[in-house]
């Protein structure tokens, strides 16, 4: 087995390898189309794979693509599980859903959010009343300028060193990435209504998740954290049965951005939780499996600079071609050695996930 191959170049290619693995295995498979308006007339999907009987007590869901351009890596690990078989594993008592592309758009345009903008793991609020940054306003002006040269990097990275200095690193990190929703222009921002990509997700856990008994929900993304390490971050508050079972699944080796041991800041609107809370009488475990690819300031570097060729640039422009050539390099690694990294760690969490369900 060279796991390489599961790995993909394009969001077109990711589809259709999952497709292909998907029906290989025999999955039931159902799609969900993205009206919106496709990047280089692609076809945009959030394809869902279902193996096991349909009434099985217990479900492992796995989510790629919550973060667009991080699609490469969970879409991998899928197509991985599916086509070399090991979907076998799975108990009889255990149900199967891989959810594909779940923001089809980033994916395509090799963004990290929706169509509109939106950071979909912020978008879970309600939008009604939704959760204050305070500090945003201080962070938007270094974050979210409104012209791009040569310097533009290095003028960035001396503000947020002198920001830092300041007010201290979690402050910084906490105000530019746990989530805003006052400006719909810069980066991190939680929306001002339910994306597309969100109302998939609920409509695919009424359709998928009602019913169960118990529930393990492992969301792939990339870009914290060392190369092609995968941080297991729990999201349930400490002291709850939820990050107690989620510690014991995983012998303890996992994180949490409420006891300040993960690279993630407490985040706001994530999918995780909004699906836990939203299943009240499922015994639910969830993590993000995050995995590092290129220091953290080349990984800023690149969500600023799409966010900044979004609404000022041209993507068609020498500019606008290398800016997503970066983005693409913050998010995955066409290397062997790193695809080999994450499968290794996402196949041990798979199983470890397996078990606890069914101990």
């Not at 006052?182 to 597309?196: E, L, N, V």
Request: aromatic share 10%.
């Amino acid at each position: 087995m060279k796991i390489a191959t599961s790995f993909s170049a394009t969001y077109t290619e990711a589809r259709e390898k999952f497709l292909e693995a998907a029906a290989g295995a025999g999955a039931a498979l159902q799609r969900f189309y993205n009206p919106a308006s496709k990047p280089d007339g692609l076809a945009l999907t959030t394809d869902v794979a279902r193996l096991g009987d349909p009434d099985a007590p217990n479900m492992l869901l796995t989510f790629s693509g919550t973060h667009g351009a991080e699609g490469f890596c969970g879409s991998g690990v899928q197509v991985a599980w599916l086509a070399e078989g090991f979907w076998r594993e799975v108990p009889d008592n255990v149900q199967q859903v891989h959810v594909h592309a779940i923001n089809p758009y980033g994916f395509a345009a090799l963004s990290r959010t929706t169509e509109e903008n939106v950071d979909l793991n912020r978008n879970f609020v309600d939008h009604a009343s939704p959760p204050q940054n305070e500090n945003y306003h201080l962070v938007q002006p270094i974050l979210c300028p409104s012209e791009w040269d040569d310097g533009t990097l290095e003028r960035m990275a001396e503000q947020v060193e002198a920001f830092v200095e300041e007010h201290g690193f979690w402050t910084f990190r906490e105000a530019a990435t746990s989530g805003q929703y006052q400006d719909p222009q810069g980066i991190f921002f939680g929306g001002r209504a339910p994306t597309w990509s969100r109302r998939t997700v609920e409509q695919i856990t009424r359709d998928y998740c009602s019913g169960l008994t118990r529930l393990a929900v492992i969301d792939y993304h990339t870009g914290l954290g060392p190369r092609g390490f995968g941080e297991r971050i729990v999201d349930h508050l400490p002291d709850t049965p939820g990050f107690d079972r989620a510690m014991a699944w995983y012998d303890n080796d996992a994180s949490s951005p409420y006891l300040g041991t993960s690279t993630s800041a407490k985040l706001t609107g994530q999918m995780l939780d909004w699906i836990d809370s939203n299943l009240p009488d499922v015994e639910s475990t969830v993590i993000a499996l995050e995995y590092g690819t290129q220091p953290e300031d080349k990984v800023i570097g690149a969500l600023t600079a799409d966010n900044w060729l979004r609404f000022h640039g041209d993507r068609d422009s020498r500019l606008g071609r290398e800016i997503k050539r970066k983005v693409r390099d913050a998010f995955y690694q066409d290397a062997d050695d790193w695809k080999q990294m994450i499968w290794d760690r996402a196949l041990d969490t798979q199983r470890r996930a397996l078990r606890g369900l069914t101990g």
